[in-house]
């Protein structure tokens, strides 16, 4: 017989805190707003997981609670895409990252999005739009660049 549910979630919760084999992760799940005995218990198999916590954990990763229960999130249905098991800057690190403000990660956001924008004209290649719909933060004050 296969994993159980419990297991599938316990592995589920590991993989989104991006913890190594030796971590507990009990922290980082304190740091998501669980209460330390709750945290224990997930990540130590030491309880059910009902419904409300279940529903808990996906807010807290932003996932739906349904992946939480499918072994690797679910990737197998073709619904899915995992989180990036590395950091995509070599020179920025993510502590860094996460230490700012909402408004100064969409800057930084916005930033990158234009520096990609003139890779692409550059290459010469036709590319599509890379900004994502309804997700680009414009800050009174800042250009816009023009589009053509």
């Known amino acids: 017989m296969g994993k159980t549910v419990k297991q599938v ?33 997930i ?4 309880t059910k ?11 807290a990763f932003k996932v739906e609670p349904w992946q939480l229960c499918a072994p690797n999130l679910g990737a197998a249905t073709g619904q899915v895409k995992l989180v990036p098991d590395r950091w995509p ?7 860094r990252w996460e230490e700012l403000s909402e408004r100064h ?18 290459s010469g290649k036709p590319g599509r739009d890379l900004r994502m719909t309804g997700h680009v933060v414009s800050f009174p004050g800042r250009r816009r660049p023009s589009t053509p």
């Open 49 to 59: 997981i009902g419904v409300d916590q279940l529903d808990k954990l996906a807010k």
């Open 89 to 95: 800057f070599a020179t920025i690190r993510r502590d």
């Open 43 to 46: 990540l130590n198999l030491e």
């Open 105 to 122: 990660k969409g800057v930084v956001e916005d930033a990158a999005l234009q520096a990609l924008e003139r890779l692409q004209e550059l």
């Open 9 to 41: 979630i316990q592995e589920n919760v590991r993989t989104l805190l991006k913890l190594q084999p030796d971590e507990s992760g009990v922290q980082k799940l304190i740091q998501k707003g669980f209460p330390n005995g709750s945290a224990q218990r």
